[in-house]
């Protein structure tokens, strides 16, 4: 009896490696396919990246998008621009970018408070799939749940076309602003303490600090929101922070900073947070102005609305 219990006990030991065995061959040919998926379709994605450091490469969210005329500049400045500013665009997707922009290139980066001060779940973060990116957030205290729902958003995209020539629509000219309704939502995007302010942040500075060490020639703006926002914000803890922020980079890569004072007896402002086509037009040519005496250092530009 002792024996033919001996036996089953084999046995059954036995099956349950078997078993085991089984389980880690499926979880390692599933993990050889997937990274070989990966693998193909990232090198795919590389053979679409631009390549031409003689361009000039633009990041940000709407405040850039609506703020900033590609075509304009560029003929200003005999300069190809690319732009991949967008609404609602976070930091993931400026990760995105700086992977794609080529060493020794010229870079317009916004420095986006709203995007720093805005809740994740708006971000657009629709930018393509790269693992290295979501690890970068993840190490700069992104939550892990907020990594995976973005790894979702870009399940089935890995596309690096980002930077286009687009033709450029105007915001139009209005006498008064619009969506002053949502003046309380800005009121308390500067004076309510985000805690993902920090990460957000971090992450930001680790796409910058990647640009530098690609030698890219990188150029921040920051734009102005309407002034009665600008008021709230001018001794908010969240205007504190980013101008903590604003001065450790400048600081850090010797960047030269420049005011850009916008003037004009026409509303420069479209609503709370975007300049309309006068503001634009009047910012892309002070800009220009700007980047042609000055061709050679890292800058920051603050932009307000006299």
């Known amino acids: 009896m002792e024996g033919s ?6 046995s059954n030991s036995d099956g349950m490696k078997k078993f085991l065995w089984k389980i880690v061959f499926v979880v390692a040919c599933s993990a050889i396919f997937v990274m070989s998926v990966y693998s193909i379709m990232h090198g795919r994605a590389e053979s679409t990246r ?37 609404h609602g665009t976070g930091v993931y ?64 995209k890995i596309d690096y076309r980002l930077f286009t020539n687009i033709e450029h629509e ?27 302010f920090t990460w957000k942040t971090n992450s930001y500075l680790t796409g910058i600090q990647h640009l530098i060490e690609k030698h890219v020639r990188v150029i921040l703006i920051r734009y102005p929101f309407a002034k009665q926002v600008e008021d709230i914000a001018a001794n908010s803890i969240n205007r504190h922070l980013s101008d903590s922020l ?28 975007h300049l309309n086509e006068v503001g634009e037009r009047l910012l892309t040519n002070a800009f220009g102005e700007a980047m042609k005496a000055d061709t050679v250092n890292n800058r920051f530009f603050v932009v307000t609305v006299e």
């Open 5 to 10: 219990r001996f036996l089953l006990s084999i």
């Open 50 to 86: 631009p390549t031409n450091p003689k361009c000039i490469y633009v990041w940000g969210d709407s405040q850039m998008a609506q703020g900033l005329d590609v075509r304009l500049l560029g003929k200003k400045l005999g300069i190809p621009v690319l732009t991949a500013a967008g």
């Open 93 to 156: 997707d400026f990760l995105i970018c700086v992977e794609n922009i080529p060493d020794s290139s010229i870079c317009i980066v916004s420095f986006p408070e709203a995007a720093f001060l805005r809740n994740p779940s708006l971000d657009f973060h629709r930018y393509g799939f790269e693992l290295g990116c979501l690890e970068t957030l993840f190490r700069s205290g992104c939550p892990l749940e907020e990594c995976i729902r973005i790894a979702g958003l870009n399940k089935r």
């Open 170 to 196: 105007w915001t139009p000219y209005q006498d008064s602003l619009v969506g002053t309704e949502y003046f309380d939502d800005f009121r308390r995007m500067f004076t309510e303490k985000k805690a993902y």
């Open 246 to 273: 604003k001065g450790m980079m400048i600081d850090k890569y010797r960047m030269r900073c420049d005011t850009i004072a916008l003037q004009s007896d026409s509303l420069l402002m479209f609503d709370l947070s």
